[in-house]
């Protein structure tokens, strides 16, 4: 039994191994490293943020005096190598200048055509680079790949104005080329899920060994003890043979009391409603809107008026009147079991 | 049984004869009913008072009127105003010119039984006079103060209908009435008896059955009608039910703001031995609890805003309380 457990458990582990892949949030260690990338000789290529190709293979001065500025432009892919499946695309592009934030306006591109990749996001910025002091707008494109295979971004026309109006330009960032690897495998929930798996299974089993032990230990069923047949009638009947008790300790009130609450509990058993909780007088008149035997009823009736008289009124009764009412009783619930 | 509760089933089946004639000469007079003069009679024989909530036309005044001249007893009926004052209920001190001196003009409190109409339409000021004088059975006119005679009973109505321009009893004073009766339309033979016995000719006036006296005797016969334990407790727990109706397992607290008060256990007793009486018992059964318990407690369970939201009166409440408390 034990063998099938761990033979259960190791398919089970080469049955999920393929399900478990790494999420893009759970791969910080890839990002920033250079990009697989693929470019036609002659044209911008993506390159590291450290030393990229200028962009300006178009540059289109409308006035000479724009030339101060020394417009570029350039393309950056994150992450730069091995880009697997699931992984979050970043493709920046950046126009910059020699000069201030605000003298030259670039307008956001129109999205580039894209193969195997879907766009999720573009997020414009302006900022000054730091170690060339150059003016930076700069568009990022949040993308992620569709399927491991060859991958397509399209190329990017920029196009700029001097704020003033006086002078304007666009530029062509060239195409980008890179290959999506397939999803990675996540070793560490791999092996944490194994090992749940494994545990569920093998508690499973020891659950299982020990109900079987437990069935095959279990003594033979001893002889069904006999049930509890009697109806509520007969138990009545029971406590009532039993009420002689009270007399025979003079306890008068305590036994007309248990009378009256043993004839409201007849009734009640006969039928089929809690009449417990109602007087005398209520009884009699439920007894008589459900068409209760009259005679019956009368009986009853001078029954739980005798106890009411002894609870309530002081009344001390007879010898021989506590005698009949305990027959009456007897002799009325006795009848209705029989019918 | 033993000779002392011998003697009291005695009494009160002797005393108890002019229930049945009393009812009987009544009956004559009024059509069905039998609820309001049953606790008219019970009111009477307790020293208590009454307020009736009826819609108009249901033979109030008729059936007060009808059991004071039943018990040869002096009836007033005092339609209250807005500008009721106090010393139109109870008189005031006249100057004799002759005489040189102030004498009490007496007003109608000076009466057995006191039909006091509409009551919530008087101001707090006419109202506690009468009120007062329910309580103390004595009025003070000027420096003098005047027992009233017995026997002497309030029956206030208030219309359910009509509530503007009204001054509605504040709770304290609703507590001072024994029962609260709401009364309903006859069926449909009565209604067709009372067409028949009202319309053209004159009501039938009722022969003199008993004498104020022999209320007050019938009194004393009442307050010794035995109550065993066991109901006493039966009492308490249905009026302690409605303050903490979670002590009796049912499931009405929220509804309750506040519960009866210790005049209820009194009333409760007063008014369930008056209910044997005219059964002709010489003591009191869970069912005389029950039939009269209502009377006296719907006034005086005091509902809550969720009562009221969900539909439900104060007489909901108490039956469910009725219900569930366990009979001895």
New interface residues.
Partial sequence: MKIKSWALCAMMFILLLPCFSQKPEDNPDVFGKTAGAESPEGETDAKESASPDKGEARVIYSKPEMERFAIKGESFLIPQEKIHLGDEIRYIIQLSWEGKLGEIEVDEPDPPLLNNLKLMKVIPSNKISPETNRAIAEFTYLMNGLEKGKSYVGMIDASYRLKDGSGQGSLRIKEQRFEILPRRHNWKRIGLVSLSVLGILVATAAIGYGAFYLIKRRPAPAPAAEADVSSPYERIIGELSSMKLFLIEGEIRDFY?KLAKLAKGFLSVNQGEEL???????ILQALQEKNFNPEQRDRIFAILELC??V??????PTHSENEQALKELEVLIRNHRKM | MNPEMAAIHEKVKEESVFVDKLTAEIGKVIVGQRYLIERLLIAMLTNGHILIEGVPGLAKTLAVKTLAKAIRARFQRIQFTPDLLPADLMGTMIYNQKEGTFFPKKGPLFSNLILADEINRAPAKAQSALLEAMQEHQVTIGDTTFPLEEPFMVLATQNPIEQEGTYPLPEAQIDRFMLKLHVTYPNKKEEREIMERMAGSAPREPDTVIAPADIIRARDVVNRIYVDEKIKNYIVDIVFATREPETYKIDVGKYIEYGASPRASIYLTQAARAYAFLRHRGHVTPDDVKAIGMDVLRHRVIITYEAEADELTSEDIIRKIFDEVEVP
């Fill in positions: 009391s417990a909780k109602l007087t005398t007088e209520e009411d008289r609870k309530f009124a002081g009344y001390v």
